[in-house]
């Protein structure tokens, strides 16, 4: 079946440093969205790839979609507390089928 | 609406006992899904909806595991004769569409579940 792997599986990084976080499927997405879920809280969706080799940007945050459209990335630029959480990709194999979500990226940030 | 609605909010259950969870879904939205969340994992897929045909089931799931939506609307996800591996975050989340950027989803609150 179809599997949606990440890595790292956790990252403590001091405040004001990059992070990144990688996403890869076994099979080939129809597209890949990105959600944040704050400790206690319920995932909230970040953004949606769509196209192969997309990037697409928000504020700090940079997120790419292969071009072989199996693997992504999440990129935060100088992380702030806020950027606190866990990251999920999540992703849509082709069309009617099941978004299916990754174990995740805990992010811990120092101040 | 202001968005995916679960109910309730928790639940505390004896090992044997049938538990129902209710998921009310934005509106609008066709597509419908059940995902089950533990501790530093990520939601685990359940079942989905499309309208109200279930297009799948988890074969992870046991046959303890039924939902329904009988109208295209809310859904309900039981759980019978309960066991303490069914303790999690049981997450519900909708969507408009099931392809292209119709496909967001919008998660509930969840409801945790405990069986003791």
């Known amino acids: 079946g179809q599997q949606v792997m990440q890595i790292p599986q956790y990252q403590h990084v001091q405040e004001g440093e990059d992070f990144t976080t990688y996403c890869n499927s076994s099979?080939?997405?129809?597209?890949i969205q990105w959600y944040k879920q704050r400790p206690g809280g319920h995932p909230v969706f970040l953004i949606q790839?769509?196209?192969?080799?997309e990037v697409k940007k928000q504020k700090r945050l940079t997120f790419q979609f292969g071009e072989a459209k199996k693997n992504s990335s999440l990129h935060i630029t100088a992380t702030q507390t806020t950027d606190v959480g866990t990251y999920f990709c999540a992703g849509l194999r082709e069309y009617g089928n099941k978004l299916v979500f990754g174990a995740g990226t805990i992010l811990r940030v120092k101040s | 609406d202001t968005g995916v609605s679960q109910n309730p909010r928790h639940k505390i259950t004896k090992r044997g006992q049938n538990v129902t969870f209710r998921c009310d879904p934005i509106?609008?939205?066709?597509?419908l899904y059940w995902y089950r969340q533990t501790l530093g994992q990520g939601p685990e897929f359940l079942t989905y909806?499309?309208?109200?045909?279930?297009?799948?089931k988890s074969r992870l799931l046991s046959d303890r595991f039924s939902a329904e939506r009988p109208k295209g609307s809310f859904s309900t996800l039981e759980i019978q004769r309960t066991e303490q591996g069914d303790s999690a975050m049981y997450l519900c989340?909708?969507?408009?569409?099931?392809?292209?950027?119709?496909?967001?989803?919008?998660f509930g609150q969840g409801t945790r579940l405990t069986v003791v």
């Open positions: 989340a909708s969507s408009l569409g099931p392809s292209g950027y119709d496909t967001e989803a919008f």
């Open positions: 509106s609008e939205h066709n597509r």
């Open positions: 909806f499309q309208n109200e045909a279930q297009l799948e």
């Open positions: 099979t080939t997405l129809s597209n």
């Open positions: 790839l769509v196209k192969s080799g």
